[in-house]
């Protein structure tokens, strides 16, 4: 049989077909599926509506477009978070996206400390802002308000007081 010639098998399943078969391959590769695109999420009511995590805290946000008015847990953010650093921290995402003011903000949050919840209010809030005006996206991407924030208590193991703590050592 000769170099060029092609049994009924490999002319069936295309392998022996050289260079042709790379090129036409290569032009279908080169047709990759376009850039993906966000669109608006909002719900009867006219909110987006996102979920925030932080440590063990879990917050739900909505958002709707007020005079950015913002509820936590049935409390003005004011009273639930008396700290100014946690309502920097709450803030954060409008400042960055120049919608100050703009949302009024509804959240409820579990589980956690003070700043915990602060840090799932504001993850909840910037995912909320990106369901709202995609084009907010690109904004928050880059400050890291979208991506949530892995660390957490480290576990306690046996034969020690806490995580990485031993018990005091005795020589005699």
């Not at 290569?26 to 966000?38: C, D, E, F, I, S």
């Not at 949050?109 to 084009?135: C, F, M, N, W």
């Not at 007081?161 to 020589?171: D, I, V, Y």
């Amino acid at each position: 049989m000769a170099a060029n010639q092609q049994t009924p098998q490999t002319q069936a399943t295309g392998q022996g077909q050289g260079m042709e078969a790379l090129k036409a391959l290569g032009g279908a590769a080169a047709a990759a599926p376009a850039a993906v695109v966000h669109e608006k999420k909002v719900d009867k009511q006219g909110r987006a509506y996102a979920t925030g995590k932080r440590k063990n805290a879990v917050a739900r946000v909505w958002i709707k477009p007020g005079r950015g008015g913002i509820t936590v847990n049935g409390r003005d953010w004011n009273q639930y978070f008396a700290r100014p650093v946690l309502r920097m921290i709450i803030s954060q995402p409008f400042l960055v996206a120049q919608r100050d003011g703009s949302y009024d903000v509804i959240a409820t949050v579990v589980g956690g400390g003070l700043s915990g919840q602060a840090g799932a209010v504001r993850h909840g809030i910037s995912k909320a802002l990106t369901y709202y005006e995609p084009d907010l996206r690109p904004i928050l991407k880059t400050h890291g308000f979208l991506t949530r924030d892995a660390r957490v208590v480290e576990r306690k193991k046996y034969g020690r007081m806490k995580a990485r703590r031993s018990f005091q050592f005795s020589k005699r």
